[in-house]
């Protein structure tokens, strides 16, 4: 049977400890101590904006608008979220006061699609092609799950599909899934069958720890702006940041990860 990361009905081995991690920590005390499980409690908002703080982190023009809307309009509902970067082949997740809590390399689904139909959902694993290997774009309300490959978190479930976030699966050698996570290539970050996968260790020291509870995940579209895509309409936003803005098509492959 094929290691399907979408399908809740397959098996499939953890996936060993993943190598060459290319993380950006915000402190070592902030991952080390993630804040104790408490009540959500309802942001009041003022004329001032809000803007997520990505520390020394690179971005693109797209990351910066979402995350900022996101904290603008409490789209994160108060709690940590994680912005997936689809088109960049990488995610970022932050604290509930939108500081940057680390930034990962990820693979995502095979085909670039921004939408998952509900036929293609409940297709069986003998049906399935490429054309259906998408992770849908969003603003998706999370949890976290056990799954096959260890804790991690589910942000989209339909009848016979069930999408996560979890660690890269390295049981098919012939795809190379490690070698992907490492690779600048942004073509090698598809290859998924719909989860999004993310190196062992940021699973373990940061999905867990924050996103084990409730959680908001956006998944950014790749087939037209997210502005068009998340309806933003809530003012002017400034993107460029000196020295931390990149282009769209960019991997940033340089991070740090402080002791």
């Excluded at 400890?17 to 101590?33: D, K, N, P, R, Y």
């Excluded at 959902?121 to 999370?142: C, Q, Y």
């Excluded at 490959?149 to 599909?161: D, I, L, N, S």
């Excluded at 070698?179 to 260790?201: K, W, Y």
Aim: hydrophobic share 45%; glycine share 8%; proline share 3%.
């Amino acid at each position: 049977m094929s290691p399907w990361c979408r399908k809740v009905f397959h098996a499939a081995a953890a996936g060993s400890f993943a190598l060459g991690i290319a993380i950006h920590f915000g402190s070592a005390e902030t991952v080390s101590a993630p804040p104790a499980k408490v009540a959500k409690t309802t942001l009041q908002f003022s004329d001032v904006r809000l803007t997520a703080d990505f520390k020394d982190a690179t971005f693109t023009a797209d990351v910066r608008i979402v995350a900022d809307w996101m904290l603008r309009n409490n789209k994160h509902e108060s709690g940590p979220f994680i912005i997936a970067d689809k088109a960049g082949g990488v995610m970022y997740a932050f604290d509930r006061a939108g500081v940057l809590i680390a930034k990962s390399p990820a693979l995502y689904g095979k085909t670039r699609s921004d939408s998952l139909t509900e036929k293609q959902a409940a297709m069986s694993i003998s049906e399935v092609t490429n054309a259906d290997k998408v992770t849908p774009a969003g603003l998706f309300r999370a949890k976290g799950a056990d799954t096959v490959y260890g804790k991690g978190v589910v942000f989209a479930e339909y009848a016979r599909t069930r999408l996560t976030i979890h660690q890269v699966f390295l049981g098919n050698k012939a795809e190379g899934r490690q070698g992907r996570m490492q690779s600048e290539s942004l073509a090698d970050h598809r290859v998924t069958f719909g989860c999004i996968n993310a190196p062992a260790e940021f699973i373990s020291r940061v999905v867990v720890p924050y996103f084990g509870g409730e959680s908001v995940i956006a998944v950014l579209p790749e087939t037209q702006s997210a502005v068009s895509f998340f309806g933003i309409e809530d003012g002017v936003v400034e993107v460029l940041i000196a020295g931390n803005a990149v282009g769209a098509g960019r991997l940033a492959a340089t991070h740090h990860r402080s002791n």
